[in-house]
C-alpha cells in the first residue's frame, strides 16, 4: 500500500503508518511548494492513499487516479478537494474538523484585546520612535525610580490609547461552532455577557453555553465587540453590509478571523473612515497577501494580522493525530470518525458555522 503525503504531519504520527505502507512525503509539507495539478496527477497513479494539506485535488485528478481508495486533508474543512467527484468514486474524504479551533479562538480574544486596548498602535508607536525619551549610556539598573509614569502631560500615550475594558460588555457572536463556542468561554472569563446568532444551532446548546441566542439585527444593535465565525456560503456572503454597518454602536468593533468576504469590503472602509464604528481587528482579507495600497493600512483605528489565527506549533500535531487515527482505522476496517463526504453516524455537518480559518 502507498501514501502519498502532501501535508505537514509529525513524525512521530507518521511513525504510526511506517511498516503497514510506503510512504512518499512530497508538496506543501516536505518542500513548502504545493504541487500542480499535473504533477498530483503524477505523484497519484499508483497511490492507494492521499493526505494532503493545501493542494486542489480536483474532479481531473480524482477520475485519473486508478489506486485511490482513501483521501486526508489536514484542514477543518476541504474546500480544496472535489468531494462530489470523491463520493462518485466511493472514496472517503477524512478531514480534521476543530483542529486550529483552540488556536483560533486564543487568537480571536488577542485581536479582541488589542483593538479595546489599542496594543498594536500602541506597539507600532513605540517602534516608531513616538514617546520615547532622550538616549541614554547605561541602562544598569542603579538609577532606576521606585514609581515611574509615563508623561501625562500634552498628547500623552496614556491620553492618545485610553481603551476599553472588556468586562461587562457584549460580545456578539455571529457563529457558534467550534471555534465560537470557545471564544464564548473564554470571553465569559473576561466577564463578558455573550450573545450569538446561528440559526442552524442545535436546540439547548446555547444553553449548556449560556449565550442568548438572538436575531443579527438584534446582535448588531446590542453587541459592543462583534466578532465573525460563519463559514463562507450563499447566504453568509456580504452578510454584514451597508444596513448591517448602520445598526451597529458607534462604540462598537468588529473582529474577523473567519473569511473576508463575510464582510462587504466597501460598508467597511466607509464604516471605519467614517467613525461609525470604532474600531475593527481583522486576520483575513478579500485579497491575500493584502495590497499595499489598501486603504485599511492607513486606519488608525484597525488591527490587521496577515491570517496567523489558526497558526501555533500545537495545530500540526493535532491534525496528524486525527488523521493517522482515522487511517489506521480504515486499515483495519474499522469505524471511521471524521468522514467529510459518504455518510457516517459520527459526522455532524454545521452549515453556518466555521469550524476553520485555514
Known amino acids: 500500500m502507498k501514501i502519498i503525503i502532501t501535508s505537514k504531519l509529525t513524525e512521530n504520527q507518521l511513525d504510526r503508518l511506517r511498516g503497514k505502507a510506503e510512504l512518499v512525503e512530497t508538496g506543501w509539507g516536505k518542500t513548502g511548494n504545493m504541487l500542480t495539478e499535473d504533477e498530483m496527477s503524477a505523484a497519484l497513479m499508483d497511490a492507494d492513499i492521499l493526505l494532503v494539506g493545501y493542494e486542489n485535488v480536483p474532479s481531473r485528478v480524482i477520475l485519473n487516479a486508478p489506486r485511490l481508495k482513501l483521501i486526508g486533508c489536514s484542514r477543518s474543512n476541504p474546500v480544496n478537494i472535489d468531494t462530489v467527484a470523491a463520493t462518485q468514486r466511493g472514496i472517503p474524504v ?24 489599542h496594543i498594536g498602535q500602541a506597539f507600532h508607536a513605540m517602534k516608531s520612535n513616538q514617546y520615547l525619551g532622550e538616549p541614554m549610556d547605561h541602562f544598569s539598573g542603579a538609577d532606576v525610580k521606585e514609581d515611574v509614569v509615563w508623561t501625562l502631560d500634552g498628547p500623552s500615550p496614556y491620553k492618545l490609547f485610553r481603551g476599553v475594558e472588556l468586562c461587562n460588555r457584549t460580545l456578539g457572536l455571529v457563529g457558534l461552532g467550534n471555534i465560537g463556542t470557545r471564544v464564548a468561554k473564554l470571553a465569559q472569563a473576561f466577564g463578558m455577557r455573550v450573545i450569538a446568532f446561528d440559526p442552524y ?13 438572538v436575531s443579527l439585527d438584534d446582535l448588531l444593535l446590542q453587541a459592543d465587540v462583534i466578532s465573525i465565525h460563519c463559514k463562507v456560503s ?4 456580504g452578510l454584514l453590509g451597508p444596513r448591517e454597518f448602520s445598526l451597529m454602536k458607534p462604540t462598537a ?5 473567519a473569511r473576508a468576504v463575510i464582510v462587504d469590503q466597501a460598508s467597511l472602509i466607509d464604516a471605519l473612515k467614517n467613525k461609525k464604528i470604532a474600531g475593527a481587528a481583522m486576520d483575513v482579507y478579500w485579497y491575500e497577501p493584502l495590497p499595499s495600497n489598501h486603504p485599511l493600512l492607513s486606519m488608525d483605528n484597525v488591527t490587521l494580522t496577515p ?14 493525530k486525527m488523521l493517522v487515527d482515522d487511517v489506521l482505522a480504515w486499515m483495519e476496517g474499522r469505524r471511521l470518525e471524521r468522514v467529510y463526504n459518504l455518510n457516517s453516524t459520527s459526522t455532524i455537518k ?7 480559518i485555514k
Open 201 to 213: 444551532l442545535a436546540p439547548g446548546r446555547a444553553h449548556e453555553l449560556n449565550v442568548e441566542m
Open 253 to 257: 468593533y468588529l473582529i474577523n478571523t
Open 307 to 320: 491570517h496567523l489565527g489558526g497558526s501555533t506549533v500545537d495545530v500540526p500535531e493535532r491534525h496528524s
Open 234 to 237: 450563499k447566504e453568509t456572503m
Open 94 to 117: 477524512l478531514y480534521t474538523p476543530g483542529r486550529n479551533a483552540n488556536a483560533a479562538a486564543e487568537f480571536t480574544m488577542g485581536l479582541m484585546l488589542s483593538a479595546a486596548r
Open 350 to 356: 454545521i452549515p453556518f458555522s466555521a469550524d476553520s
